[in-house]
């Protein structure tokens, strides 16, 4: 280990000498000389901090008042909500989802926005020529807004554009093709990616520019790079959607200037992504056919109330081993109502193969929806159809008893408004003051088998 040297400093001018003496050299002072701890005397020699100080950073108060950084509107009132209400000045923001599911649409449909509005952008493009670029923008109608567009990967020559120009917004597709020059390693590459990413982030503090970076998915789900990378940023978002459908959800999973969990849904179209303001409608399946196998859910998407169909399949298995399969919802959670049916309710899905979806390619994560995915499994195991009139909400604990599910009151009133008149919740959910529909309480899950009925050797 490097054993730091001593350091002396005078306390009136600053001079460092390396040994203590009454008078300083430099202005004379007597007694001014004061011997100084170094900032590191760890780690080898070379790689420490050392004796060298740094400048004293400010310190303010905790208390005070700040005005919030002013938003941008693209006219995109989707992209907006997901941002959590319009992009913030000087934010970082980054994009990511599965190849084709329409990222560089939707950035080239809210860069057009925000140039229509006023604000200048700059839209720099990796992947694609110019010329695809402007077929696209005629595809969906915005060839005539004033986005300025670039197509460059270099890094320098990028910041330097940017710095001579000025935007208020800049967008950069995608961060995998940049390269700097002062990192010996390929595009795309953990270093390469790591110092784009901190040099763009960088900029756009200094420079009050909104940026908005596009980056590629893994076949986990997640942005490619090191996780780092999101930590440098100040919004992530996540565009998602099943290639069979035509629906896409603009999730938010983390905002420093908004709501996270936050979610945008589009439709995408031929002319490019089009806004759905009642993904409720969208997602809830035709309620004058009801079959069995099939429950509403009351769930909360960030701030918004959604409604949604759950859909489950219970089948006799001929496998020595049934097969559990869950498309839009967590299988482990799928599991664990399966084994408090059969412990705690008596019902046994022992011998039958289980299919669970959530329509229209939404992913529903919270744990509300434990009861909505149990009235499923047992309306398809006693073939009777769940009310059309009824939705359901509520978590199942591991002792069958069910929790109240936070926000009741929006995912109430929502399904007022798609006209719903039943609402099966759990015990101590209080009703809508002045709503219309009837508030079913059940208190454990044993009450909700019972409203199904039991066959003959599951009393």
């Known amino acids: 280990m490097a054993k730091a040297s001593a350091r002396y400093v005078c306390q009136n ?101 925000w140039a229509r509005n006023g604000a200048k952008t700059i839209y720099v493009s990796g992947e694609e020529a110019a010329a695809q670029i402007r077929m696209r923008a005629a595809r969906l109608g915005v060839s005539e807004s004033p986005l300025m567009l670039a197509t460059e990967t270099n890094l320098r020559d990028i910041l330097t554009t940017l710095d001579a120009e000025k935007p208020a917004v800049a967008a950069i597709d995608s961060i995998q093709t940049l390269w700097a020059d002062h990192v010996e390693s390929a595009p795309g590459s953990v270093a390469q ?47 998602e959607g099943e290639r069979g459908h035509q629906f896409r959800i603009l999730r938010a999973v983390k905002n420093r200037f908004g709501p996270a969990d936050e979610i945008g849904v589009f439709e995408m179209t031929g002319a490019g992504l089009s806004e759905v303001r009642n993904p409720s409608a969208l997602f809830l399946g ?53 084994a408090v049916l059969e412990a705690r309710c008596g019902v046994s899905f022992g011998a039958q193969d289980i299919y669970v979806a959530v329509s229209g390619g939404l992913r529903v994560t919270e744990p509300a929806a434990d009861l909505a995915i149990a009235a499923a499994l047992l309306s398809s195991w006693r073939d009777k159809s769940t009310p059309a009139e009824a939705a359901f909400f509520g978590e199942v604990s591991l002792s069958g008893a069910l929790r109240p599910a936070p926000q009741a009151d929006a995912r109430i009133k929502e399904a007022e408004k798609l006209g719903f008149t039943r609402i099966l919740a759990p015990d101590k959910t209080k009703p809508l003051s002045g709503g219309t529909a009837r508030l079913d309480l059940l208190e454990t899950l044993d009450d909700l088998v019972n409203r199904f009925g039991r066959p003959p050797g599951h009393e």
Not at 305 to 326: F, N
Request: aromatic letters at 4%; hydrophobic letters at 45%; proline letters at 5%.
């Open 193 to 239: 990616l790591r110092a784009a990413v901190h040099e763009l982030v960088s900029f756009a503090k200094r420079r009050e520019v909104a940026l908005l970076l596009v980056g590629h998915v893994t076949k986990e789900g997640q942005i490619a790079g090191p996780r780092v990378v999101e930590h440098m940023v100040d919004t992530v978002l996540y565009f």
């Open 13 to 113: 001018c600053g001079a460092v000498t390396p040994r203590w003496a009454g008078r300083c050299d430099a202005c004379g002072g007597w007694n001014t000389i004061v011997e100084e701890a170094g900032l590191s005397v760890a780690g080898p020699e070379g790689k420490s901090l050392g004796a060298k100080k740094g400048r004293k950073a400010a310190l303010m108060p905790l208390a005070g008042e700040e005005a919030a950084p002013p938003r941008l509107s693209s006219g995109v009132g989707e992209f907006d909500r997901a941002l959590g209400g319009g992009l913030a000045q000087g934010s970082a923001v980054l994009l990511g989802g599965d190849p084709g599911i329409g990222k560089s649409t939707l950035m080239l449909q809210a860069m057009a926005g």
């Open 286 to 338: 035709d309620r004058e056919k009801r079959a069995p196998g099939a429950a509403v859910f009351a769930g909360i998407e960030g701030t918004r109330p959604v409604l949604v169909e759950i859909q489950a399949l219970v089948a006799p298995s001929s496998l020595g081993t049934p097969r559990r399969a869950a498309v839009g919802c967590d299988s482990a959670r799928l599991a664990m109502i399966l």
